[in-house]
């Protein structure tokens, strides 16, 4: 079966700081994709960077990369230079075809950023 | 935007109700996910449409039920409400295939009095 899992509940950063969320993942499947969602506490789920299975270079996207370790099974979330405004849940999510390419979702993690 | 909507945004009702929420998918996207969010589950997948067919079902409930229209709206019906079944309710479309992310569309918070 696929499981995300993210152990950090809740992260603290000062702005201006880089942040590093952490997931691991499991997955039988060959083929998949990564994915991390932001959900601010007005609720809705915000699509923030993606990694495929077989791209060879850590996807980034502005201030998000993704730091991929295929052989460890992580797929870590880096926010440089954080602002008040990522204060936020952040989501790790997979997508493979065990699921009917659904999304499996970790538990979250919750950052908040400080001045 | 993602471009997805959801009516309504929220919901109130009592145990033993029958509700129906609503989802318009992204312009061209096939696929129709529904997701429910609780404090005590999380994010969880309940069931997939593609083109109007069942593709694939996650923790759904058997009190709940869900399709997809030919102009490929769909719906999540949930019977016999209980207490527990508060929780957002997510309506995600995607294009086909495991590498394209899903949008989400704003949700449906229900609450069961």
């Known amino acids: 079966a696929q499981k995300i899992t993210q152990t950090q509940p809740g992260m603290f950063v000062q702005e201006k700081e880089a942040v590093t969320l952490d997931c691991t993942y499991d997955?039988?499947?060959?083929?998949?994709?990564l994915f991390w969602y932001k959900q601010p506490s007005s609720g809705e789920m915000i699509f923030l960077i993606y990694?495929?299975?077989?791209?060879?270079q850590n996807a980034t996207e502005g201030r998000y990369s993704l730091n991929f370790q295929k052989a460890r099974k992580s797929a870590n979330l880096v926010i440089s230079a954080s602002q008040l405004g990522d204060s936020a849940m952040y989501f790790c999510?997979?997508?493979?075809?065990?699921?009917?390419?659904?999304?499996?979702f970790g538990k979250g993690t919750t950052l908040s950023v400080s001045s | 935007d993602s471009g997805v909507t959801q009516t309504p945004k929220h919901l109130i009702t009592a145990t033993g109700q029958r509700v129906t929420l609503r989802c318009s998918p992204r312009?061209?996207?096939?696929?129709v996910y529904w997701y429910q969010q609780s404090l005590d589950q999380g994010l969880q997948f309940l069931i997939q449409?593609?083109?109007?067919?069942?593709?694939a079902k996650g923790n759904i409930l058997e009190r709940f039920s869900a399709q997809q229209f030919p102009d490929l709206h769909s719906e999540l019906n949930l019977s016999s409400l209980e207490l527990g079944d508060s929780a957002l309710y997510f309506c995600?479309?995607?294009?086909?295939?495991?590498?394209?992310?899903?949008?989400f569309g704003p949700g449906t918070r229900l609450t069961v009095l």
């Open positions: 449409y593609y083109n109007g067919e069942e593709r």
């Open positions: 999510a997979m997508r493979g075809y065990q699921a009917g390419t659904a999304l499996i």
């Open positions: 990694q495929g299975s077989y791209d060879e």
């Open positions: 312009s061209g996207d096939l696929s």
């Open positions: 995600a479309s995607s294009a086909s295939g495991v590498y394209n992310e899903q949008f």
């Open positions: 997955t039988s499947d060959q083929s998949y994709g």
